[in-house]
């Protein structure tokens, strides 16, 4: 960090990113700093909101009691050792140990917190508001026979994702003089951006979350297919079930396009911002086409990219990073084969 000493507060946010998200620590520090100090601070940030609605221990009434409790932590109006003083012994073994340290150093985290700009704080307290509120909607309306329909799988990515994208924008925003005049549009594409994100790890992920009692797969798109999501069944694969899948293939490739347009706004100078935001673009495009190859995949391991795959996209986009050109041609040859579609840019649920 440019040669000066770190605080106590930044070691520790150092120390416990790599275990709690190997991905993030690995593509935060691409940003430049202070950039990057921030974002890392918004990752631990929105973790300590996901520990508190994935505790399975936890009743619906209590995740929102320390929900709103944190948002109060970050507003600076409640105590931060109360707050992680009360949450840690409501617990259970589902909660990894590294989460448990970060509720454990959740004053830590929030300290740096408010040494950042005005600006930064009420960008990172917004998200976390919406994002945790967004969770907590999102949470009684868990079931086995999926979203009502696109409209709400829109808003559940929104706020799962989408809002994140606005934070980062915002953040992105400060920094990069030079975007400021295309901080409207740079919203509603990041807004796009994080629903591709989030519905490749939806359509990843579908075993697994079944195997929990929830599903995220709109039911109006499967039913034109001819498929009852409440019939879902791993290891019985129905062709219905597949050109459901394909299509929303399709919904995600159209929002993963947006992300590129997000992304090459950035001047090519600012290599940090666009590597961070082409890693994680190139993964998302590498799992769809996996997806796409496997429509009768049973699990998520079989459709997770190796680490060979993570490698090989991580060089290629670093390469590539400054040359749009070489990014649309690299995005259009490995898209190629994938389904066609479109995404709405404007999410009406903006909080």
Known sequence: M???????DERYQDRILPGVSRTFALTIPTLPDPLSRVVANAYLLCRIADTIEDEPRLSAEQKHEFSERFIAVLGDQASADDFAGDLLPLLGEATLDTERDLIRNVSKVVRLTH????????ALTRCVRIMSRGMAEFQHSESLTGLRDLSQLDRYCYHVAGVVGEMLTELFCEHVEAVRGNREMLLRLAVSFGQGLQMTNILKDVWEDRDRGACWLPQDVFRESGFDLGALTPGSYE??????????IGITQGHLRNALEYTLH?????????RFCLWA???????????????????????????????????????????????????????????GGTADEAITSRG
């Open 239 to 248: 062709p219905a079930f597949g050109e459901g899948l394909s299509r929303l």
């Open 266 to 274: 950035f001047p090519p100078e600012q290599v940090g911002i666009r």
């Open 2 to 8: 440019n040669g000066r000493e770190l605080s106590g």
């Open 281 to 339: 673009l190139g993964m998302a495009v590498m799992t769809l086409r996996k997806i796409h190859r496997h429509l009768d995949f049973s699990a998520g391991p079989q459709v997770k990219i190796s680490r060979r795959s993570v490698r090989l996209t991580v060089m290629v986009m670093n390469a590539a990073a400054s040359s749009d050109a070489t990014l649309r041609f690299l995005f259009e040859t490995f898209t190629r084969r994938l389904p």
């Open 115 to 122: 040494s950042f700009s005005g600006s930064q704080r009420h």
